[in-house]
C-alpha cells in the first residue's frame, strides 16, 4: 500500500517533537532496521476511526524511515488478531486489553507494545437501532438480540457493563458477532435489534437512517476510565526482534502526534480505507487517541477486574506488567 506524502510541515514537527520525546542522542543516531534494506512486517486492524494512525504512518512514510516494509491486513477483530501474532502470520496486530488478557489466561505469550485509543470521550462508539424500530433506551431491547465485532472481547466487556448499568442483565438480551462493517445492514434488515459500532459506522449509520440511543464509552466510571485499541505483539517476537518493535511504535508514535495536531490529516486518511465521502469523514466523532502510548497497566487492572465480573476469565491474572513491552 502506497500513498502520496501529504501535511509536510505538520510532519516535520512531529518528526521533531517525537525524536525529542524517545530521547535521541545529540547526533540523532539511534539503532534500528536500515531504511534501505527495510523489513517486512504485516500488521493487522480493523477498518474504523480508531486505527487511523497505522494507515497515517503508512501513507506519510513514517515506516519507510523506520526500515519498515508494511502489509497492512484487515482483520475480523482483536480476539483474531492476537492468534494470528502467535502463529507468525502477523507480526502486529491491533487488539485490547480484553483480547490480550484472554489469550495469555490461555496460554498464549503476547506483549502490548503501544496503546492506541481509550474511553475518555463521548460519541466514539454508539448502541444504533433503526430510526423507525420503536427502541428508545435499553430496556427496549430486552428480549432481543444486539450485535458485538467478536464475543469474548472488550465489545462484549463493554455492551454487558453498560447494559447492567441501564438495568438489563446477561440473560436479558442476546449477544450476537457480526463485523462492525455489517452492523448497519443488519440493523435496518431487522437481524438484529441494535448493535454496538465504532466511528465511523455511526456517521454512516446516520446517512442511513439509524440513531444512537447510548454512548458506551461514557456510560458509567469505569467505561470512562478504561483503555480501548491497543497495539500488540507475540512475546517471542518482541524478544527477539526490540528494534523492530521500537520502529514500529516510533512511527506510531509520529502517527499519533501528527493525527492530534492536523485534524484534517484524519478527514483525509479516512476516505482512504473506509466507505466514508470527505464530506462524512469530516462529520465524525474523532477517536480518543492515546499520545502517550505507554502501555496502561491500571487500565488493563481495570479491563481484568471488568472480565472477572462478566465471566470472561476464571481467575485473576498475576503481575500484568509483565504483558507491557518494556522497550529495547
Keep these: 500500500m502506497s500513498f502520496p506524502r501529504k501535511h509536510a510541515a505538520a510532519v516535520a514537527a512531529v518528526i521533531l517533537i517525537t ?14 532496521p536500515d531504511p534501505d534494506e527495510p523489513i517486512a512486517i504485516t500488521v493487522g486492524t480493523l477498518p474504523a476511526g480508531d486505527y ?29 488478531g492476537v492468534t494470528q ?6 507480526q502486529f496486530s491491533s487488539a485490547t486489553w480484553t483480547n490480550v488478557l484472554l489469550a495469555v489466561s490461555q496460554g498464549l505469550e503476547l506483549q502490548v507494545v503501544r496503546e492506541g ?8 462508539n454508539a448502541i444504533i437501532v433503526a430510526e423507525d424500530s420503536g427502541i ?29 448499568t441501564a438495568g438489563l442483565e446477561p440473560g436479558d438480551y442476546e449477544l450476537v458477532e457480526v463485523p462492525f462493517p455489517e452492523v448497519g445492514a443488519a440493523v435496518s434488515q431487522g437481524r438484529v435489534a441494535a448493535g454496538l459500532v465504532p466511528e465511523p459506522f455511526i456517521t454512516i449509520g446516520a446517512s442511513q437512517g439509524l440513531v444512537s440511543i447510548l454512548a458506551p464509552s461514557v456510560c ?40 492530534l495536531n492536523d485534524p484534517d490529516a484524519l478527514v483525509e486518511i479516512l476516505s482512504t480505507f473506509t466507505t466514508l465521502t470527505p464530506e462524512l469523514a469530516a462529520a465524525i466523532t474523532s477517536p480518543s487517541f492515546v499520545l502517550d502510548g505507554t502501555p496502561d497497566i ?15 476469565l476464571e481467575e485473576p491474572l498475576d503481575n500484568l506488567s509483565q504483558y507491557a513491552w518494556q522497550g529495547e
Excluded: H
Excluded at 525524536?19 to 534500528?32: D, I, K, T, W, Y
Excluded at 497505522?54 to 508494511?70: I, K, N, R, S, T
Excluded at 485509543?117 to 466514539?124: L, N, P, R, Y
Design 136 to 164: 428508545d433506551s435499553i430496556e427496549d431491547l430486552r428480549g432481543m438480540a444486539v450485535s458485538v465485532n467478536t464475543l469474548a472481547s472488550a465489545t462484549e466487556i463493554q455492551v454487558r457493563d453498560c447494559f447492567s
Design 52 to 80: 487511523a494512525p497505522l494507515y497515517l504512518a503508512e501513507q506519510e512514510g513514517f515506516f519507510d524511515e523506520e526500515g519498515l516494509d508494511v502489509t497492512i491486513e484487515v482483520i475480523a477483530g482483536g480476539a483474531v
Design 85 to 90: 501474532l502467535v502463529s507468525g502470520d502477523l
Design 220 to 259: 458509567n466510571e469505569d467505561q470512562e476510565n478504561s483503555p480501548l485499541v491497543n497495539w500488540n505483539a507475540s512475546r517471542e517476537y518482541a524478544e527477539e526482534n526490540p528494534e523492530v518493535v521500537a520502529a514500529f511504535v516510533r512511527a506510531m508514535d509520529k502517527a499519533t502526534e501528527l493525527v
Design 298 to 312: 491500571e487500565g488493563a487492572e481495570l479491563t481484568m477486574e471488568l472480565m472477572l465480573e462478566y465471566g470472561l
Design 19 to 32: 525524536g525529542l520525546v524517545a530521547g535521541c542522542s545529540e547526533s540523532g543516531a539511534r539503532p534500528g
Design 117 to 124: 485509543t481509550d474511553s475518555s470521550k463521548e460519541g466514539i
